[in-house]
């Protein structure tokens, strides 16, 4: 019989293991078990405990307003997004806050485009079955009434989220709003600048730079596996028409590109053992190749040291995208793509 993981066995559980082992296991199988459950518990119960005293949270120091919920910091919980649009407003912000909770695992539920009273009542069959956080972005008053009535009798947390800032907005202005299901998603000039925009970025990808770089906003340069590609789909998406054009050392750069143009110029660079570490991966697909001197270390060093001089010579800003996501690189791009004039080779490096 194996000892309870994570404490000593115990002065109780010594004795009745040593019994089992000097009779043969002719002892009290079930006293043997019994102990070794009271044990388990006790173990998980003490995780559970420190857990919660790590985070602050113990029953001493914070009273459990839902009572179904135990009083230490549970591993997991679930979270309700529910939304009359796509809910990408309401992902964000319940993402936002769920990672500040690092001991707590936010096991997401998203109910997009629900507008009518049969969607609320699966989204509420939904939240009885699995109870949780509901947080949601819905204007309707009925549907919002059905909602946060169902989730009070079950005893658990409904919130608007944008209700704080609503009210803000009204206490400045002096008015109400008006609800407009969706409005942040209206086919606008604006909407149709970033469709626009993607169009372009996708027929501009990996080299094929168009013929007259002023019809640019962005270009993007770097060696193999820089996220030169996902970071130019993000910006597209923001509204900037960018291209992107992979670096390699041995190919000289296209004349146009140190001929006068309006694009804004960036160069995105990484650790060498991280690129080392993704082009291995990429190998792992292309078996049938000799791709040796891709994934050589000493390699990717001279392509990263030749980027760097190269954005030295031009002057154009460097990002360091190793610990960066693609939507950090790609604000990163645009604070300096609005603040170039200020941005030269001494300050250009976003290491």
Known sequence: MPRPAGIGCGKQWENLCGNWFSTGGRGDVGL????????????????????????????????????????????????????????ETLTTIAKAAAVQYADARAIEHVYPLVRTKRQIDRVLQEVESAPGIVLYTIVNKELTQALEKRCKELGLPCFYVLEPIMKLFENYLGTASTPIVAGQHVLDQEYFRRIDALNFTM????????????????????????????????????????????????ISLPEGLTEPHTAFIVCLVAAPERIAEIRRNRVRLMSDRNLDTYVDIKEIQAEVTYTRRLAARHGWPVIDVTRRSVEETAATVIKLFHDREDVGPADGDQS
């Open 32 to 87: 043997l078990v019994r102990e070794r459950w009271r044990w388990d518990n006790f173990v998980e119960k003490v995780t559970v405990i420190n857990r919660g005293r790590r985070s602050g949270r113990t029953p001493e120091n914070n009273p459990q307003p839902y009572p179904h919920m135990a009083n230490a910091l549970p591993s997991y919980f679930h979270l309700h997004l529910v939304s009359d649009s796509t809910g």
């Open 203 to 250: 027929m501009h990808d990996d080299g094929k730079l168009p013929n007259d770089l002023n019809e640019a906003d962005i270009l993007l340069l770097g060696i193999s596996r820089t996220s030169k590609t996902p970071t130019s789909i993000y910006l597209a998406q923001r509204g900037y028409k960018t291209t992107n054009l992979p670096l390699v050392p041995a």
